[in-house]
């Protein structure tokens, strides 16, 4: 594979994000990571958490020029993220691949944007279900993990785009622990693109967000914390509650609690939720929002 031609199309971003900003405490106020050109405009795809209610965008390129960028756009349900060059990046786009055809044990390569390029191959190809309320049903699992993905490009032998790095998590087979990285495909951004780079966000109507943030164990749902005066919070869900039932459905794992929510209705709708605390099984009704309502607005440098 020839990657000379593909990392001009990766550059570095960094963001700054005000103190005061939801997402501040979590993902901090100076956040780095890679993007990748996708439009000869200067569009770079990234990973939304990267730019999440960021007042500046920095883009890099391997020689050293900086150009301004606007967080143009952030989806919450696939976490990806759309930067606007405001100069002329002058860099070649990355082409597109089929990430739906990609298989376990295809060679790929994950590119960042300091040029810094990890071969391997994909590992796994399953759903995933994140702490934060995040579901992907068939996400890309790569390994060996690379040590600056957030963004970072996922290229295929030819080298096209099958997605952008999201996580680095850890897979156990064979009484060994592998470090591997989770990327977002990039078939997923297809169906959004056009509302994202129009809107600034899909035009549709958004989903229930409770700002709990919970883990599974042994097939249960187990509250790890809860957003500071997000509608969990407000409706008195604790560190260590189980949630065993969404309206009269019982829950099955984290990605059944979510699919549970997001079928119950928009943002604003009221979710009864059945906890188990100390052993003792109590009813709650959670008002849920739109996390988007949360974030500050991104601001034109």
């Not at 995933?128 to 032998?157: C, K, M, Q, R, T």
């Not at 100390?278 to 929002?289: A, F, N, P, Q, Y």
Request: aromatic share 6%; glycine share 10%.
């Amino acid at each position: 594979m020839n990657f000379d031609r593909i990392r001009p199309s990766v550059v570095a971003v960094r963001a700054t994000i005000p103190a005061d900003a939801f997402t501040a405490d979590t993902l901090g106020t100076r956040r780095e990571g890679s993007g990748v050109v996708i439009r000869q405009n200067g569009l770079v795809l990234t990973i939304g958490y990267l730019i999440t209610e960021a007042e500046e965008v920095w883009l890099t390129r391997h020689d050293g020029v900086v150009i301004p960028g606007h967080a143009l756009a952030y989806d919450q349900e696939t976490g990806f993220g759309l930067v606007q060059a405001l100069g002329d990046l002058g860099l070649p786009a990355l082409p597109f691949g089929d990430s739906a055809r990609a298989k376990v044990s295809d060679e790929i390569a994950l590119i960042d944007g300091l040029g810094r390029t990890v071969e391997g191959q994909i590992v796994a190809r399953q759903e995933f279900a994140g702490y934060w309320e995040y579901l992907l049903d068939n996400a890309i699992f790569i390994a060996p993990a690379h040590p600056s993905w957030g963004g970072a490009a996922l290229v295929d032998a030819e080298g096209k785009l099958l997605g952008v790095g999201s996580l680095r998590l850890q897979m156990s087979q064979d009484d060994t622990i592998e470090d591997i990285n989770m990327v977002v495909p990039i078939d997923l951004l297809m169906p959004i693109f056009e509302d994202l780079v129009k809107r600034g966000a899909v035009a549709k109507p958004p989903r229930p967000w409770l700002g709990a943030f919970s883990a599974e164990y042994n097939g249960e749902v187990v509250v790890m914390s809860v957003a500071d005066n997000g509608p969990a919070a407000k409706a008195g869900l604790q560190r260590g509650d189980i949630i065993s039932d969404v309206k009269d459905q019982e829950v099955r794992g984290l990605a059944d609690f979510y699919r549970s929510i997001w079928a119950s209705g928009p943002a604003g709708t009221e979710l009864p939720l059945r906890v188990v605390r100390d052993g003792r099984e109590t009813w709650l009704r959670v008002k849920s929002i739109d996390r988007a309502a949360a974030l500050k607005k991104p601001q034109m440098q």
